[in-house]
């Protein structure tokens, strides 16, 4: 049986790259690039609320990163340090070296540090906090929208709801349709690369976790302002388009949540800007929208009329 220290050595123990001091000791310490802010984020992931307990380990230790890393790119920062909070109800050595293959794997990609953190016997839970670093004064934040500024959506939405949708019985998807989804559930990829593209362009920005209209609901709350969605431009995947019009489909696409991609706001003379960034990035950038005087975001079909959006996003304590 692996003791804490032993599990931790074997599994959560690699060099660094650009940290002082990281695991083994009471604390980290890291040097913060002169000119740059501290940008920092933790997320918590619950089994039986956040994933499935099925859901392979190296996809849960990707996906566990990758929601903390979507968070800084949603700042425009780029992510440095990690640290790992891991309560598990044994110390299975097999899940434990998927977890970690599928951690480090993502880490590796985005030059991150793992730090430090904590295990611990229990309900399989997972904390990651998130640290990086962001030029002085010129992180993405959710309060810079203007009215008349244009609503952008990076890549698709409404893949991962559509999976949880299937994994629960209410939506039957096949073959193809089912693989992406179930990829895009369980291995998002968090948008780095284009949100430090953004510093500069976009007025303001958001990582969407819980839905497009909640998340961009935090935008137009932050920044005093209301917004309008067309539903027809936000884009969706090739594998869920034939079932675009269905009731559920529909919602997950706008409520869904748990796509991590990135909602921002720029000003209408960006455009072309932004369609270069988006060639840049190698990723679709969608005008789905604009920023309007009022409060909250309204959903309107090809006709404009207002649609009924019964869900507003994902609720932890709902």
């Not at 931790?8 to 000119?35: K, M, Q, S």
């Not at 997972?126 to 009215?147: N, W």
């Not at 969706?236 to 748990?258: H, N, Y």
């Not at 369609?275 to 079909?301: H, P």
Request: glycine share 12%; aromatic share 6%.
């Amino acid at each position: 049986m692996l003791s804490e220290f032993d599990l931790i050595n074997r599994y959560f123990n690699r060099p660094t790259r650009h940290t002082v001091l990281g695991v083994g000791d009471d604390a980290a310490l890291l040097a913060v690039t002169a000119g740059h802010e501290l940008v920092a984020s933790t997320d918590t992931m619950v089994e039986g609320v956040h994933f499935f307990p099925d859901v392979e380990p190296d996809s849960l230790g990707h996906k566990a990163l990758a929601v903390n890393l979507s968070d800084l790119a949603a700042m425009g920062a780029t992510p440095k340090w990690a640290m790992l909070v891991l309560t598990v109800p044994n110390a299975d050595e097999a899940w434990l070296d998927g977890f970690a293959r599928g951690f480090f794997a993502l880490a590796t990609e985005h030059d991150v540090d793992l730090v430090g953190g904590d295990t611990a016997r229990g309900p399989r839970n997972i904390c990651v906090q998130i640290m990086g670093e962001v030029p002085h004064g010129r992180a993405l934040r959710r309060d810079g929208a203007k009215v008349g500024d244009d609503v952008w959506v990076s890549g698709h939405v409404g893949d991962a709801a559509a999976a949880v949708a299937h994994l629960k019985g209410d939506l039957r998807l096949r073959g193809s349709s089912l693989a992406h989804c179930l990829a895009r559930l369980n291995r998002p990829a968090p948008r780095v690369a284009l949100g430090r593209m953004l510093v500069g362009a976009a007025n303001s920005a958001i990582d969407i976790s819980d839905g497009l209209v909640a998340d961009l609901g935090h935008i137009c709350e932050r920044s005093g302002v209301g917004a309008v969605i067309e539903f027809a431009a936000v884009p969706c995947s090739a594998e869920l388009m034939p079932l675009r019009e269905q009731a559920l489909v529909t919602r997950a696409i706008l409520t869904g949540g748990d796509d991590y991609e990135l909602c921002f706001t720029a000003v209408a003379g960006r455009r072309s800007e932004i369609e270069a960034l988006s060639g840049q990035a190698g990723l679709a950038l969608s005008r789905a929208g604009r920023i309007v005087t009022g409060k909250g975001v309204v959903v309107v079909d090809q006709t404009g009329k207002s649609m009924s959006v019964k869900d507003g996003g994902f609720d932890h304590f709902r």
